[in-house]
């Protein structure tokens, strides 16, 4: 700690940009966040009933996220119990998925261990609707999941719907069974609900999954400080390595922010912060939604995220067999290329130090009143010590001129280390002879190696 700030005071232009210690950062903290830092690449499954029907009822697709079904067309929850029985993902492997993650180049996992349907994906012995006791498939996924992760050292966390529980009377989010949210609070329905459910359930998943890196937990509605504060205990109590998600409740000192789903920032955020984010339309599977990203737009936004100091966290939506969608697949598979030649400027790496490449504030505004920029795409930088990393989307052809002025004692592309490349530098510019061609038709990767104490 002491030497990192005695570090800052000396090197201010470049140590203004690392992730180093943020506003809430406690030695606890920076000990429980270091591999976070370091992974910047996560993997977030949302697997539930709701990949039964896919986002169709009765014959008519629903409108909105798939997991939101039961909510988007106002199933009673007698009726949706009814998927339980239909739910059987023989297909399912977990070391596929483990690897998938591997492949991509993904450092840790977060699934669905309960959404707001209010369903278990694991054997809970809190409430029978539950992924084990509820349907034919009798086995506990997680279980499953947590080891086929550990045997690659994958780090394993959970999602959980602490607040929102629609199968629940006492849980918030279900007004067509149950009463109106404010009621179920003050009668007492709600604390009920988190004793009796949520709270213990969060204890089972800390206790029978081994380490669990991180809880995610989501849309604290009617989450006051003192409730948010009890789940934050549990954690705690249970697994004091285990990170807490920014969407725990007010007041809480969660490790860490969670951008809005799929929102990337438009400038460097200082601390630390991840972009949750889908690969098409939605998180839980829909059978009809085909809006695939392209894998390109992926490695854009993992370096853009990166370059900007955050995580991404990037979903894939099970079908009800247990399969990872193929187009997802397909796309991690592109990404795991990329990463496999070009992870070094990816894992553990700082900000860019520059910021003009990142674009320009517009005078619009999206619906949640956030600035909209005009996001630069040629080109986007990371650092470590002694390194800067240019991942180059727009080969400029012969020449790559950045605005760094430091000294650089070597240049190469990533993907041949071998090959030194002549650089020149004038008027506060630095300029690359590229090699004759990309070495990557989605993003090539130039190194400058600068002395550890260079500034921009
Ligand atoms: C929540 C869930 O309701 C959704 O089903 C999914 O699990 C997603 C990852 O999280 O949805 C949110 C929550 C917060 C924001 C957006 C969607 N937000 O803060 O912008």
Same mark, same amino acid.
């Given at each position: 700690?002491?030497?990192? *700030?005695?570090?800052?005071a000396?090197? &201010?232009?470049l140590?203004?940009?690392?992730a180093?210690?943020?506003?809430?950062?406690?030695?606890?903290?920076?000990?429980?966040?270091?591999?976070?830092?370091?992974? @910047?690449?996560?993997?977030?499954?949302?697997?539930?009933?709701?990949?039964?029907?896919?986002?169709?009822?009765?014959?008519?697709p629903?409108?909105?996220?798939?997991?939101?079904?039961?909510?988007?067309?106002?199933?009673?929850?007698?009726?949706?119990?009814?998927?339980?029985?239909?739910f059987?993902?023989?297909?399912?492997?977990?070391?596929?998925?483990?690897?998938?993650?591997?492949?991509?180049g993904?450092?840790?996992?977060?699934?669905?261990?309960?959404?707001?349907?209010?369903?278990?994906? *694991?054997?809970?012995?809190?409430?029978?609707?539950?992924?084990?006791?509820?349907?034919?498939?009798?086995?506990?996924?997680?279980?499953?999941?947590?080891?086929?992760?550990?045997?690659?050292?994958?780090?394993?966390?959970?999602?959980?719907?602490?607040?929102?529980?629609?199968?629940?009377?006492?849980?918030?989010?279900?007004?067509?069974?149950?009463?109106?949210?404010?009621?179920?609070?003050?009668?007492?329905?709600y604390?009920?609900?988190?004793?009796?459910?949520?709270?213990?359930?969060?204890?089972?998943?800390?206790?029978?999954?081994g380490?669990?890196?991180?809880?995610?937990?989501?849309? &604290?509605?009617?989450?006051?400080?003192?409730?948010?504060a009890?789940?934050?205990?549990?954690?705690?109590?249970?697994?004091?390595?285990?990170?807490?998600?920014?969407?725990?409740?007010p007041?809480?000192?969660?490790?860490?922010?969670?951008?809005?789903?799929?929102?990337?920032?438009?400038?460097?955020?200082?601390?630390?912060?991840?972009?949750?984010?889908?690969?098409?339309?939605?998180?839980?599977?829909?059978?009809?939604?085909?809006?695939?990203?392209? &894998?390109?737009?992926?490695?854009?936004?993992?370096?853009?995220?990166?370059?900007?100091g955050?995580?991404?966290?990037?979903?894939v939506?099970?079908?009800?067999?247990?399969?990872?969608?193929?187009?997802?697949q397909?796309?991690?598979?592109?990404?795991?290329?990329?990463?496999?030649?070009?992870?070094?400027?990816?894992?553990?790496?700082?900000?860019?130090?520059?910021?003009?490449?990142?674009?320009?504030?517009?005078?619009?505004?999206?619906?949640?009143?956030?600035?909209?920029?005009?996001?630069?795409?040629e080109?986007?930088?990371?650092?470590?010590?002694g @390194?800067l990393?240019?991942?180059?989307?727009?080969w400029?052809?012969?020449?790559f001129?950045?605005?760094?002025?430091?000294?650089?004692?070597?240049?190469?592309?990533?993907?041949? @280390?071998?090959?030194?490349?002549?650089?020149?530098?004038?008027?506060?510019?630095?300029?690359?002879?590229?090699?004759?061609?990309?070495?990557d038709?989605?993003?090539?990767?130039?190194?400058?190696?600068? &002395?550890?104490?260079?500034?921009?």
């Open positions: 700690m002491k030497a990192l *700030f005695a570090l800052a000396l090197l &201010p232009s140590t203004a940009f690392a180093g210690p943020t506003t809430n950062e406690t030695p606890e903290h920076a000990a429980r966040i270091a591999w976070w830092r370091e992974a @910047k690449f996560g993997m977030f499954i949302h697997w539930g009933l709701y990949a039964v029907p896919a986002g169709e009822w009765k014959g008519k629903v409108a909105g996220i798939g997991e939101w079904i039961m909510n988007r067309a106002k199933i009673p929850v007698k009726e949706y119990e009814q998927l339980a029985p239909q059987n993902p023989e297909k399912f492997d977990a070391e596929a998925w483990a690897q998938l993650a591997q492949d991509a993904m450092k840790y996992m977060v699934i669905t261990s309960k959404h707001h349907d209010g369903f278990a994906m *694991f054997h809970s012995l809190v409430s029978p609707y539950n992924i084990y006791d509820a349907t034919p498939f009798k086995r506990d996924p997680m279980k499953e999941l947590s080891a086929a992760c550990a045997k690659r050292g994958i780090k394993f966390g959970f999602y959980y719907s602490q607040a929102q529980d629609w199968h629940e009377p006492g849980g918030m989010g279900n007004e067509w069974d149950f009463k109106k949210d404010d009621e179920k609070d003050k009668d007492g329905d604390d009920k609900y988190l004793q009796g459910k949520a709270e213990p359930q969060v204890k089972e998943i800390l206790t029978n999954y380490p669990i890196c991180l809880i995610w937990f989501d849309t &604290p509605r009617h989450m006051t400080a003192e409730r948010a009890r789940f934050e205990k549990i954690v705690h109590d249970l697994q004091p390595n285990c990170l807490v998600s920014g969407r725990i409740g007041g809480s000192s969660s490790d860490y922010d969670s951008e809005g789903d799929n929102h990337i920032p438009g400038t460097v955020r200082a601390g630390d912060w991840e972009t949750p984010a889908t690969l098409n339309d939605t998180w839980g599977f829909k059978k009809d939604d085909h809006n695939w990203k392209k &894998p390109e737009d992926l490695i854009f936004k993992l370096c853009d995220i990166v370059s900007k955050g995580n991404y966290l990037l979903n939506g099970p079908t009800a067999e247990g399969v990872i969608p193929q187009p997802s397909d796309m991690l598979h592109e990404v795991g290329k990329w990463m496999k030649t070009n992870g070094e400027m990816i894992y553990g790496a700082s900000p860019t130090p520059f910021g003009e490449e990142l674009g320009k504030p517009t005078d619009r505004k999206d619906n949640r009143n956030r600035v909209i920029f005009d996001v630069y795409k080109w986007r930088c990371t650092t470590k010590p @390194k990393y240019f991942a180059i989307f727009k400029p052809g012969e020449n001129t950045v605005p760094f002025k430091g000294q650089v004692t070597k240049a190469y592309m990533l993907a041949d @280390k071998d090959k030194e490349l002549k650089v020149t530098q004038a008027d506060g510019k630095t300029t690359v002879a590229l090699p004759g061609q990309q070495t038709p989605v993003a090539s990767v130039l190194v400058l190696e600068t &002395p550890e104490t260079a500034s921009k």
